[in-house]
């Protein structure tokens, strides 16, 4: 399958518009809505899992849900949260599922790359930094990384993420917050341990 390398370049309302398109049968607009998202899906979705082929899949079976259901499908809705509730919940079923296969404990993943923190980085101090914050940011729980991975890196807002995470919008901002303080505590701590040593 093709995933193209294209950044997001549309507005919230040209996504609906988009949407709207697609689920009055313009076959123009579900191919936009797939060149537009399969980055960003394929990259969340490695969020997930380290399985580059059932975030391929779980994208395609995406698409041909919408493909196949696009007439019952609601038109008042936020398009990136939709999509990326939906491959999240296509690929924590097959995690589940495999999960039960081999009578483990499932508890929903969420990985995080170095991609977030090669944008930022330049010299070598910030990446001496950005080591620490990658070493202190694995000791998060999952679903903290994952409220500060949309929130930071797919720059969503509060509401968005509490539909993805099924959260309220307090809890998101919790999860958030909290994410953020221990990280604080935890930098601060590693630097005084530096200058001591």
Known sequence: MYIPKKQQTMSKEAY???WTS?????????????TEFADMLYSFG???TTDTELVKD??????VDLFKYHRTLAIEVNVKSYLFTSLKRKI?????KRAAE????FEIPFLLSGSMEEQIINDERQSELLGKLSRQLE?????????????????LDYEEISAIMNVSLETCRTLVYRGIKQLRER????????ILA
Do not use: T
């Open 16 to 18: 609906r518009d988009l």
């Open 22 to 34: 697609f689920i009055n049968g313009d076959d123009g607009a579900m191919k936009l809505l797939y």
């Open 46 to 48: 490695l969020r997930f």
């Open 58 to 63: 779980a994208i395609q079976d995406l698409f």
């Open 92 to 96: 924590c079923l097959v995690l589940k």
């Open 102 to 105: 081999i009578n483990q404990h």
């Open 139 to 155: 000791l998060l729980p999952s679903r903290q990384k994952e409220a500060l991975y949309l929130r930071f890196n797919s720059e």
């Open 187 to 194: 930098m601060v701590v590693s630097h005084i341990y530096k």
